[in-house]
């Protein structure tokens, strides 16, 4: 994908029903209270060494110990027992499988060359294949494809778990390209030169390997590659914050060093992108510096000297427009006294950036779009002349182009979509001047269409035209399940402090208000991430045929409603994430919809932070909770590999006053034996190298020294993503269902 993102970092709503109401009382009033004394895992003194010492499962942090391997093998032999010997095991297994490996699923297009790329699994392919097209035989009922690489013979040859991570090709041509090869499904690849033209890897080409690289082509035979170059090159997180120009035939000791951050930087690492035009020319060639997880320097790489730019640190940078830079301050920004809001979408010459030189441009032509308080940017495509915008409104999607017509500013046409779903920009091509445009709902299935972004005619700023039928219209998936039987609707929970919550509620048409609709209950509040409406048709299948209840809560932390609406979530104000959360499940039995008995939450990742507090906070709500892949020693999560990457995000526990907040809900630390906690289920993978296993190992093992009733499962292949076999992720999603069923509805 072209579009390259240098970021500091990796819809009407109905008042509350619990407000005012009798008997219903806000989600803080209803926590279980639960002193310290009662809590033995909780440290005396909250140092890290006090941490260490009150941690009596550090053992189960070595990822391939003994002792940590003898746990998993004893807790997966009983949860599989548990689980897959459950009946409904094997009909959900056998449905989701055919969900995941159908073969009229979308092929996700990309531009590739002259043609249309696509990476495919299915179960024949369950490792996938990476393949080509033209444009009029994908937009054809009978798509014949040319196989580019096939991942199952190459495993297969080579001995090796291979999972593909994606590639990068050199435009304009596109012939040549940086394949990523992951061993198991980690996040750290091996990269190798691929030739398209003979569909062979380059004998003598650029080969890099295993790590967490940062990787842009420069020319056809230079790379800017951040990686790890020996001892000392790579910050505590495990990234690399040094970036070197290799040249093909060298190796990366011979590589020539352009740009170096510091070992202490945080994030995600330093990174290179090359932003060019149509032709494939360069425009810009900038560096990204994550100062933490959301601030950043970003610096610009120019006759062979490195300038920084006048940036705020906290920034999205888009692309390049000939000589203007297309980006989004994520805070209030200031630049000769004229303010920009947060979360607007800016314009400015590159001179306009740097230090010595200075061009003087309109408002106007600076300012192109500036979302309303219930609005936020999803994403942006840059073209020659013109931007194509995705906005989130109230959740529910839109699609706007802005033009840049000069002195009267950026003139919009919104572009007619699909009414209450999210619209997704896909791959986009400068050259062509069109963009791979989705949209879905919870209940309607993907469809994919072209956007040939010439279409906008010249109109002053003040008029906003819609145009319909722009988009033509590809592929549509068929449905996967039956949604004549449910409706969606989306109301607002009220928080502790007052601020409303929106959530969207997929629920049976004739729905009895009486508090038993089994109903699961998702959410993730981190990151500046937004979930609008998604097809899940897995879900679909296992979940609501059964006559079950989903909701997606769009909680403080996420980018629902811009950078705003994630940054009043973090470090020190992270509880209102878990305070938004408890009041929509409140709000969810106020309006009886469901009941504790019949409500369940799941979360991965950072949402398994959410979810293991939601249990140790708010037992009370819940009868299930699934956790995946999920964050729960907060106190020691810098010590996990990646987790000194996320300081930004939750504080750093090696300073007393911050690690005082975080230990408020760290829920390994607060677990308490004289507490009844529903039968939780914690699942993650051993190959999961950006969230460590330790922390689901950890958790598990507390609750059973506690003798809390619980399940945990540890595969051993997959890592975080759960991308690398369809045909496991179909086991992985039956488990999920099964337990959810056994809490929820047995």
């Known amino acids: 994908m072209r579009r390259l993102i240098l970021s500091v970092a990796v819809p009407a709503l109905m008042l509350s029903a619990c407000a005012g109401m009798p008997g219903v009382q806000d989600p803080a009033d209803t926590a279980v209270p639960v002193s310290q004394a009662s809590m033995p895992g909780f440290p005396s003194n909250l140092s890290p060494e006090g941490v260490a010492a009150a941690d009596d499962h550090l053992a189960l942090e070595q990822v391939d110990g003994a002792e940590a391997m003898a746990f998993v093998a004893r807790e997966n032999e009983r949860a599989l027992a548990t689980l897959e010997g459950d009946p409904r095991y094997e009909p959900f ?282 609005q936020s940017i999803s994403d942006v495509a840059v073209f020659g002349d013109r931007v194509a915008i995705s906005i989130n409104d109230n959740v529910s999607g839109r699609l706007s182009l802005f033009k840049n017509t000069g002195e009267f500013g950026w003139a919009e046409r919104q572009v007619s979509v699909s009414p209450n779903s999210a619209i997704g920009l896909g791959d986009s091509s400068k050259g062509r001047q069109e963009l791979f445009v989705s949209s879905q709902g919870f209940l309607t299935p993907p469809m994919i269409g072209l956007l040939d972004v010439d279409f906008l005619v010249e109109r002053h700023q003040t008029d906003v035209a819609t145009s319909p039928n722009a988009i033509v219209p590809l592929r549509s998936a068929p449905p996967k399940f039956d949604a004549s039987t449910h409706v969606v609707r989306q109301y607002e929970a009220t928080s502790t402090d007052g601020t409303k919550i929106p959530y969207f509620v997929v629920m049976p048409r004739d729905l009895a208000l009486d508090g038993t609709a089994p109903t699961i209950l998702f959410g993730y509040g981190g990151f500046q991430i937004s979930f609008p409406p998604a097809y899940k048709p897995e879900m679909g299948k296992l979940w609501l045929e059964n006559g079950g209840v989903f909701v997606q809560a769009n909680i403080r932390g996420g980018g629902e409603f811009g950078p705003g609406w994630h940054q009043a979530a973090l470090n020190e104000n992270r509880q209102r994430a878990f305070d938004d959360f408890a009041a929509v499940a409140e709000d969810l039995i106020a309006r009886g919809i469901t009941s504790p008995r019949h409500l369940g939450i799941y979360g991965r990742s950072n949402g398994g932070v959410l979810t293991s507090v939601s249990i140790t906070q708010h037992p009370e709500l819940f009868n299930a909770a699934v956790i995946e892949s999920p964050l729960i020693d907060m106190l020691r999560y810098h010590e996990l590999p990646a987790g000194a990457s996320w300081i930004g995000e939750y504080g750093d526990p090696r300073i007393p006053e911050e690690a005082a907040w975080i230990a408020d809900y760290s829920a390994y630390q607060r677990l308490s034996p004289e507490v009844d906690y529903p039968r939780v289920y914690i699942t993650t993978n051993t190959r999961d190298d950006r969230v460590h296993p330790g922390h689901a190992r950890k958790f598990a093992a507390r609750l059973e020294a506690q003798g809390h009733d619980h399940l945990y499962f540890e595969d051993t292949a997959g890592g975080h993503s759960n991308d690398a076999d369809p045909v496991a992720n179909a086991r992985r999603w039956a488990r999920h269902y099964v337990y959810l069923a056994q809490q929820l509805m047995d």
Request: charged residues 25%; glycine residues 10%; proline residues 5%.
């Open 93 to 374: 297994r056998q449905q989701a499988e055919a969900i995941l490996t159908a073969t009229d699923r979308i092929p996700a297009p990309s531009f590739l060359g002259d043609g249309i790329g696509n990476f495919w699994q299915d179960a024949t392919n369950p490792k996938g294949i990476w393949r080509r097209t033209t444009l009029e035989s994908y937009a054809s009922g009978d798509t014949q494809w040319e196989t580019l690489l096939d991942i199952d013979a190459l495993a297969r040859a080579e001995g090796k778990d291979w999972v593909f991570k994606g590639a990068s090709c050199l435009p304009p041509a596109e012939t040549r390209c940086l394949v990523n090869l992951s061993d198991g499904g980690k996040d750290a690849v091996v990269v190798r030169e691929f030739d398209l033209t003979t569909k062979t890897f380059v004998e003598g080409g650029f080969v890099l390997p295993e790590g967490k690289h940062r990787i842009s082509w420069l020319d056809a035979d230079t790379l800017l590659v951040a990686t790890d170059f020996g001892p000392g090159t790579l910050t505590e997180s495990g990234y690399p914050y040094i970036v070197k120009s290799l040249k093909r035939g060298q190796t990366l000791a011979q590589a020539t060093e352009v740009y170096r951050g510091e070992a202490g930087d945080g994030g995600y690492g330093v990174s290179a992108s090359v932003f060019r035009d149509a032709e494939g020319r360069i425009e810009a060639v900038l560096f990204n510096r994550p100062l933490d997880t959301f601030r950043s320097e970003t610096s610009e790489w120019r006759n062979g000297q490195v300038q920084r730019l006048k940036l705020p640190e906290r920034v999205a940078v888009y692309g390049t427009m000939g000589d203007l830079l297309i980006f989004s301050p994520e805070q209030a920004w200031s630049p000769g006294g004229i303010e920009y809001a947060a979360g607007s979408l800016l314009s400015f010459p590159m001179a306009d950036l740097r230090e010595r030189d200075q061009v003087t441009i309109s408002n106007q032509e600076r300012l192109i779009f500036q979302p309303g308080p219930r």
